[in-house]
């Protein structure tokens, strides 16, 4: 068995606060529904619409596939900033946020 070390440490986008979610759903371009969906397809679609999007515009992915939290911010790197929304039911939504 091996042991953990810092490398398989992973930091997380920032966290909203519920308030701050909802009135940046309302401002978002454009909502991808990826509940039920699993990497890397939310990857994938993440990527194509921020290519899709102009400077400062915001796109929303929720998801119920706690993976995709880490794995689409990571996928798109430098082109967008992430933050991540947590329902408290199982659901996320991950903003990003093109620079």
């Given at each position: 068995?091996?042991?953990?070390?810092w490398?398989?440490?992973?930091?997380?986008?920032?966290?909203?606060?519920?308030?701050?979610?909802?009135?940046?759903?309302?401002?978002?371009?454009?909502?991808?529904?990826?509940?039920?969906?699993?990497?890397?397809?939310?990857?994938?679609?993440?990527?194509?619409?921020?290519?899709?999007?102009?400077?400062?515009?915001l796109?929303?992915?929720?998801?119920?596939?706690?993976?995709?939290t880490?794995?689409?911010?990571?996928?798109?790197?430098?082109?967008?900033?992430?933050h991540?929304?947590?329902?408290?039911?199982?659901?996320?939504?991950?903003?990003?946020?093109?620079?």
């Amino acid at each position: 068995m091996s042991q953990p070390n810092w490398e398989d440490v992973v930091d997380l986008p920032d966290e909203l606060d519920d308030e701050t979610a909802d009135d940046l759903l309302g401002d978002a371009e454009s909502v991808q529904d990826m509940t039920g969906e699993v990497c890397p397809y939310p990857q994938v679609e993440a990527k194509k619409a921020i290519q899709g999007l102009g400077s400062g515009e915001l796109l929303v992915q929720e998801t119920d596939h706690v993976p995709s939290t880490e794995n689409v911010p990571k996928a798109v790197g430098d082109q967008a900033d992430a933050h991540v929304w947590k329902s408290g039911d199982g659901r996320y939504r991950i903003y990003l946020r093109k620079r």
